[in-house]
């Protein structure tokens, strides 16, 4: 009798367990505290609001409930690794590390641990490369994309011609804001503009040799390749120096609201780049209101929603969830492994008619991953910042990027790298 | 005179004013170090919460806000008015004297007589909790700070100085923040000065910085002078995180101007106020004309940061005790 009703109980905890161990777990490698808190934070409840919608309207995904795993990075690279090591073993199906110096630590850690990554916007661009890098992708762009768009954008401004005109590029002194030399200096060469290179060491607080420099050479255009503080104080010192604002680019981490706020009207005609659009009036918005905010679900205090960087990560949750629901399909399983979902990443297809769907018309452009197309189609929009209204403006419709020149450097970038790590390219 | 020369001029006129800037920082970390011998790792840091608890006040924000939601289930954010400047300049003077009370009462009173080290260590615990506290006290988002300065280059400086070179000059730049940090700064060392020469709490402070239990005992109370320093530093602190943070906006990064101190107390002494300003005009201006003359042209630039220390182990090499310090004699 004894033996029966342990077995019972037994079997009742098997079966209470059993949806518990059904969830799609996805990790948040957050950075809500630290110098780049303010960058962090909207991300992060972009991010999980759109999961949390996910949960409240559809029950998850394919039926399933998401839970999402938060830690704190602090955008602290040996954290992210320790968020990392801490998450990995609750069945986490995808990480997106948020951080170029995270991810680099996670490509060969998720590898062996068969994790998917998704490094949208940053981290190793040669991460393009699908036969080289089968667990990392970065669609739907890359820097380099980003410095080629940049480039096609000046071009158009120009009548397709930027022979005999001056670029400079400022740029963080660090991995992540050198990414774009060695693009602009193909392109220099390829279109004739003569490049100059500004580094400025972190955080970048105090970068007034650099605008002396600028206001004694008065490039035609500079482009920004900065990060946190750095961003502020180059559009204050812009400013300062009577620089042509229209004539100053940001890369699309230098171009959220809070980049250009502290400066007031002195911001005003700063451009930036975007992987995707912003527009506060779509329709999903007004779902996480509703179901997510009133319901009292969501991450934060929903005052960054529909900003530049909620969006994103409202953006990035969409595609890791369809990623997802493309795995569901592929496998004909509800409760995926972290390995289907790199299948469901490998095979994405992403149409206006789905983001039309889901209520995100045209927030980012239309593009398919293979297995050894990783990046996606590397499209970016010029958007510009109107300091009266407080508002991004879209400039351009989706640029591309000019492929003859990134292939080769992926290709060559990511056969080092496999030379290096002994890889076998190919596909799984 | 040529182009270049006179660009020269304007890094240095620039590379002066930065180096007050440094200054500003390095002042607070010298006020206590002279009273208490504590090095104040905390220094940015308080930068950082006075910057942050003006902005808040002026704003009209809730502190705590997000505690308080959560734990009480409201959605309160801001008390729907705004703080004009001079009254939350004062507020937040308060908000500092009370820190200087909290720390003296709660930290360092348990630690009287312990090693520089375990005081030090203490300072680097007060750091992170005063960082933790800001946060959740006003939030981690970027704040504006509205608080009147000017901004942008001066076009009469420019216009007046236009006509000295040749076509490719065009007039020297100099940011109107920096001029009026530069007044601030005069202001301050002067009161500072001042303080302490006529004052009967500033030779008590004196009396402290040269010797604790002499200063005992004729009657000083160490707690209070010890409280008086902090929140002397604090002043300090606001200041250098309202010029800081005008330029930025008020951020967590505000925390890290502490590194731009660091070579100007190697340089200018632990324990001198002018010593503070000597150093970092001569770190600002030196930083800013290796990088124009050498870091930019042939060392692909960002030289300044390093250039800073290699400047102050200089100096270190042939005055251990930086230019104003107090040179310390052991007799075995």
């Known amino acids: ?428 | 005179m040529s182009a270049d020369f006179l660009y020269g001029i304007e890094v240095v006129l620039n590379g002066l004013m930065a180096g007050v800037l440094y200054a500003l920082v390095a002042l607070g970390f010298v006020l206590i170090y002279k009273a208490s011998g504590i090095f104040n790792y905390a220094q940015g840091v308080m930068a950082l919460f006075s910057a942050l608890t003006l902005a808040g006040i002026m704003s009209g924000q809730v502190p705590f806000a997000h505690l308080i939601n959560a734990i009480f289930g409201t959605d309160i954010h801001y008390f729907g008015w705004n703080v004009p400047v001079l009254a939350a300049i004062i507020l937040t003077l308060v908000v500092m004297v009370i820190f200087a009370w909290c720390v003296q009462r709660f930290v360092f009173r348990h630690l009287v007589g312990q090693e520089p080290i375990i005081l030090f260590m203490a300072t680097i615990g007060l750091a992170y909790f005063l960082e933790g506290v800001g946060d959740l006290m006003w939030g981690s988002d970027i704040k504006t700070l509205a608080v009147g300065l000017p901004q942008g280059g001066s076009l009469w400086v420019e216009d007046a100085t236009s006509g000295l070179g040749g076509d490719d000059f065009y007039g020297f730049f100099i940011d109107k923040l920096d001029m009026v940090a530069t007044v601030v700064a005069i202001i301050l060392v002067a009161g500072l000065i001042a303080f302490s020469q006529y004052t009967k709490q500033g030779r008590a402070m004196r009396a402290v910085a040269d010797d604790h239990q002499a200063a005992l005992s004729v009657g000083i109370s160490l707690n209070f002078i010890w409280v008086l320093v902090w929140s002397l530093a604090g002043l300090v602190a606001l200041v250098a995180g309202i010029m800081w943070g005008a330029k930025s906006g008020v951020q967590f990064s505000l925390s890290l101007i502490a590194l731009k101190a660091l070579p100007v107390l190697m340089l200018g002494g632990f324990t001198s106020i002018p010593g503070a300003i000597v150093g970092g005009l001569i770190i600002g201006v030196g930083e800013k004309l290796f990088e124009y003359l050498i870091g930019a042209p042939f060392l692909g630039g960002a030289t300044e940061n390093w250039f800073a220390y290699v400047l102050a182990l200089l100096f270190l090499v042939f005055r251990p005790q930086g230019l104003f310090g107090e040179r310390i004699i052991e007799r075995v």
């Not at chain 1, 297995?371 to 189609?377: P, Q």
Request: net charge negative; aromatic share 8%.
């Open chain 1, 1 to 428: 009798m004894k033996m029966k009703k342990l077995a019972a109980m037994a079997l009742a905890g098997t079966m209470a367990a059993a949806p518990a161990m059904a969830e799609l777990v996805i990790p948040d490698l957050s950075y809500r505290t630290g110098p780049y808190a303010a960058g962090g934070t909207p991300f992060s409840d972009g991010y999980q609001d759109y999961f949390n919608l996910l949960n409240a309207r559809d029950g998850g995904i394919g039926g399933e409930a998401i839970r999402i795993v938060e830690c704190e990075t602090g955008y602290n690279t040996e954290k992210g690794v320790e968020c990392y090591e801490s998450t990995k073993g609750e069945g986490a199906l995808i990480y997106q590390p948020l951080s170029t110096g995270i991810t680099y630590q996670l490509i060969p850690k998720a590898t062996v641990d068969e994790i998917p990554i998704h490094t949208m916007g940053y981290g190793r661009t040669s991460a393009a490369n699908g036969e080289v890098f089968n667990w990392v992708f970065n669609y739907p762009a890359n820097y380099w994309d980003a410095a080629s768009v940049m480039v096609n954008y000046l071009l158009d401004e120009n009548g397709g011609d930027l022979s005999g005109k001056s670029i400079a590029l400022v740029y963080h002194n660090s991995a992540y804001g050198k990414e774009p030399i060695r693009t602009l200096e193909e392109l220099s060469a390829m279109h004739g503009f003569e490049l100059s290179q500004l580094a400025v060491d972190h955080p970048g607080q105090e970068q007034k040799s650099q605008w002396l420099q600028i206001r004694r050479e008065r490039p035609d255009y500079v482009l920004m390749w900065g990060w946190g503080v750095m961003n502020q104080v180059a559009v204050q010192e812009a400013a300062n120096i009577g620089f042509p604002m229209e004539n100053f680019i940001g890369n699309w981490w230098a171009g959220a609201e809070h980049d250009v706020t502290p400066a007031g009207a002195g911001a005003d005609g700063y451009k930036s780049l975007n992987m995707n659009r912003v527009d506060a009036s779509l329709p999903v918005f007004d779902e996480i209101r509703t179901l997510v905010h009133e319901a009292g679900n969501a991450a934060g205090d929903g005052s960054n929603m529909g900003s530049v960087l909620y969006t994103r990560g409202m953006y990035a949750a969409m595609l890791a969830s369809e990623a997802i629901a493309n795995a569901q399909d592929i496998h004909g399983v509800t409760d995926v492994t972290a390995a289907m979902v790199r299948d469901g990443m490998a095979s994405l297809e992403i149409t206006e008619a789905r983001m039309a769907e889901l209520g995100m018309s045209q927030i980012g452009p239309e593009f398919s991953v293979s297995c050894e197309n990783h990046g996606g189609s590397g499209l970016g929009i010029v958007q510009q910042w109107n300091a009266a209204d407080g508002q991004w403006v879209a400039l351009t419709d989706y640029i591309a990027p000019d492929d003859s020149v990134i292939d080769p450097l992926i290709a060559a970038d990511s056969a080092a790298f496999a030379a290096e790590n002994n890889i076998e390219p190919g596909c799984l």
